[in-house]
C-alpha cells in the first residue's frame, strides 16, 4: 500500500536533551524508505516507530558532524544483526569520505551485509531511485555540506470512463503508456485521450546551513520541506556565524519557495519553548507547519490538483 510519511526520530541540535533525542529521519516514499542524518540513539528511536533496520532502502548524510551521522554505525550493525539482504547505498560529501568509512568500521563485527558507498561529488549530482531523482546541492556550512531533494517524475491518471469507451482495459492500459499511443477501431487512441496530467511531488531536507541560494532551489514547490531552525530570530548574529537558520528564515525560504507543508527542526538546547519557533515562523509562513517532536509522523500532502499553481503563503 502506497504510504508517504515522514517519521522523526530525534529533533535536537549539537546535543541531545531530556526531552529530544539527536537528529534523525525517515522518510517513507512507497517503496522507498530512506534515512536522513541518523544520530547518535537513532537505532534505538527507530525500535518506538515500527521502521526496522531491514525497512531501510538507503541512507542520506548531510554531512560529518556528529549530531547527523554518529548513529550510522548501529544502523549499520543492526542490518547485519537483522540479516538484510539487499544491498543499502549510502551517500555523503565524497570530499569527506574517510570519515564515512571510520564510521562503517567502527567497532569489531562480522559483516555479511552490503553497504554501497555512494558519494556526492559535486553541486547538482543526481541518483536515480524508485521513487524518483535524489538530487544533492551543497549548502553553506564550515564543513563539506548538501541538502537532497526528492523529485516525482510527472505522470497521468487514467480515467475510466475514457477507457471503456475506446475498450481498453486490463494490459492493454500498461501498452498504451509503455507505447504512447494504441490502435483502435482503425485510429491511434493517445495517453492524453483517456489521462490526465499527475505532476509529481517533492520533498526536500536541508539541514545545516546559512542562508544561500541552494536552500531556495531546495525547497522550490516542495510538497514537504524539512528545514533546520537551530536558531531564533533574536540570535540571528550567531546563526550566521556558524552557518546555521532561524525559524524566520527557514519560514520564509518556504513561503517565497511555494512551500506546501514545513517541517522545522533541530533546535539548539538554548531553548526551552519550542511554541516560540512556532510563533516565529508564522509571522511569515500561513500554510501547514509542524514544530517536530520525536517520534512525530508526517504526512506528505496530498498531490495538488492537475494544473493548479502552487500557493501563495507569504
Not at 124 to 146: K, M, N, S
Not at 170 to 192: E, H, Q, S
Request: hydrophobic share 40%; aromatic share 6%; proline share 5%.
Amino acid at each position: 500500500m502506497s504510504m508517504r510519511e515522514l517519521v522523526v526520530l530525534g529533533t535536537a541540535s549539537q546535543a541531545p536533551t531530556r526531552t529530544r533525542n539527536h537528529n534523525g529521519y525517515v522518510l517513507r516514499w512507497d517503496d522507498e524508505v530512506i534515512c536522513f542524518d541518523p544520530g547518535e540513539g537513532s537505532q534505538r528511536q527507530l525500535l518506538h516507530t515500527g521502521v526496522t533496520s531491514i525497512d531501510l532502502t538507503r541512507i542520506c548524510v548531510t554531512h560529518f558532524h556528529g549530531d547527523h551521522c554518529l548513529g550510522l554505525p548501529g544502523l549499520i550493525q543492526r542490518r547485519n544483526l537483522d540479516r538484510a539482504t539487499a544491498p543499502l547505498p549510502v551517500h555523503f560529501p565524497g570530499t569527506d569520505a574517510e570519515y564515512f568509512h571510520r564510521l562503517a568500521n567502527a567497532s569489531l563485527f562480522h559483516s555479511t551485509i552490503e553497504v554501497r558507498p555512494a558519494p556526492v561529488e559535486h553541486d547538482g549530482q543526481e541518483f536515480h531511485t524508485r521513487a524518483g531523482i535524489l538530487r544533492a546541492r551543497r549548502l553553506r556550512h564550515p564543513v563539506a555540506t548538501y541538502g537532497y531533494q526528492l523529485i516525482e517524475p510527472d505522470g497521468r491518471r487514467m480515467l475510466p470512463e475514457r477507457l471503456a469507451a475506446h475498450g481498453i482495459d486490463g494490459p492493454d492500459v500498461g501498452r498504451l503508456l509503455r507505447d504512447g499511443g494504441l490502435d483502435r477501431d482503425g485510429r491511434r487512441i493517445t495517453p492524453a485521450e483517456v489521462s490526465t496530467a499527475r505532476p509529481g511531488q517533492r520533498f526536500a531536507f536541508v539541514m545545516d546551513t546559512g542562508l544561500c541560494d541552494n536552500v531556495y532551489a531546495l525547497a522550490e514547490d516542495a510538497d514537504l520541506l524539512v528545514i533546520e531552525s537551530t536558531f531564533l530570530e533574536r540570535d540571528a548574529a550567531r546563526a550566521a556565524e556558524v552557518g546555521h537558520l532561524t525559524a524566520a528564515q527557514a519560514a520564509r525560504v518556504a513561503a517565497e519557495s511555494g512551500v506546501r507543508k514545513l517541517v522545522l527542526t533541530h533546535f539548539s538546547q538554548r531553548y526551552s519553548d519550542a511554541a516560540e519557533f512556532a510563533a516565529e515562523a508564522r509571522e511569515h509562513f500561513t500554510g501547514e507547519l509542524v514544530v517536530a517532536e520525536d517520534l512525530d509522523r508526517v504526512q506528505v500532502p496530498k498531490r495538488r490538483p492537475a494544473g493548479a499553481a502552487a500557493p501563495v503563503t507569504g
